[in-house]
């Protein structure tokens, strides 16, 4: 199975900060890597595929970059509404489909 | 856009089975299923094979777990056999559209809890 480490676990950030978060690959993954945004009681909603496509209705203040094995969600400047937890996703292979262990975005 | 609606809460014995619906609104595409528990996070637990055209499970839940779809009333249905207390979760279905294995419609979660 293609393990997903995501760093920090969690962050604190000021409103109009930028804000990164890590994912990494235990294998190569090309660019087969999904974002998801988790706000708190709520399903996810996607927000990046293949590494930098940003879903329909996301806001541009999220991109994402990276291939291989090491990727970034960058939000470029934090709003309220941001607080969720932020997990990546490897499609490259399946079964199974893995996840990382979630980054918990937080205001300062 | 597509919706998509899944049934209520569920309580459970040690051992029992739980059937959870997911009612889509638009198209029925390639469905998959996701859990999510405090201890493992996200974890995929099978759904539509775009390779075959057949339904591909986790090593974990073979055996347990019955995947279906009902294209008339466009409902799908996650079946999960001999509950034990780690598979208290929040269950998803979602949709893969583009039939690559990113989701993106997701239910709005039933909870599951198996206690005695």
């Known amino acids: 199975d293609i393990q997903m480490t995501q760093s920090p676990s969690t962050l604190s950030a000021s409103i109009g900060d930028r804000v990164t978060i890590t994912c990494r690959a235990s294998q190569s993954l090309g660019l ?15 927000l990046i595929y293949q590494a930098s496509t940003l879903e329909s209705g996301v806001p541009s203040r999220f991109s994402g970059s990276g291939s291989g094995t090491e990727f ?15 997990y990546c996703q490897q499609y490259l292979l399946y079964p199974p489909l893995t996840f ?6 937080e205001i300062k | 856009q597509v919706q998509l609606v899944q049934s209520g809460a569920e309580v459970k014995e040690p051992g029992a ?5 997911c009612k889509v609104f638009g ?17 995929w637990m099978g759904g539509f094979d775009h390779g075959d055209g057949e339904k591909v499970y986790a090593e ?15 409902t799908a249905y996650m079946d999960l056999s001999g509950l034990r207390s780690e598979d208290t979760a929040i269950y998803y279905c979602v949709t893969d559209p ?13 909870l ?3 206690s005695s």
Request: hydrophobic share 30%.
């Open chain 1, 32 to 46: 087969w890597l999904a974002w998801y945004q988790q706000r708190p009681g709520t399903a996810p909603n996607l």
């Open chain 2, 112 to 114: 599951v809890t198996v």
């Open chain 2, 27 to 43: 198209s029925m595409s390639s469905m998959h299923w996701v859990r999510q528990t405090r201890d493992k996070g996200f974890e």
């Open chain 1, 100 to 105: 990382g262990g979630g980054t918990k975005v």
């Open chain 2, 60 to 74: 974990k839940f073979q055996g347990r777990v019955t995947m279906t779809d009902d294209r008339i009333t466009n």
């Open chain 2, 98 to 110: 583009s039939t690559r294995g990113f989701f993106k419609q997701w239910g709005q979660g039933t």
């Open chain 1, 72 to 86: 970034t969600l960058t939000i470029s400047s934090l709003q309220p509404d941001d607080v969720a937890t932020y």
């Open chain 2, 17 to 21: 089975s739980v059937k959870v619906s």
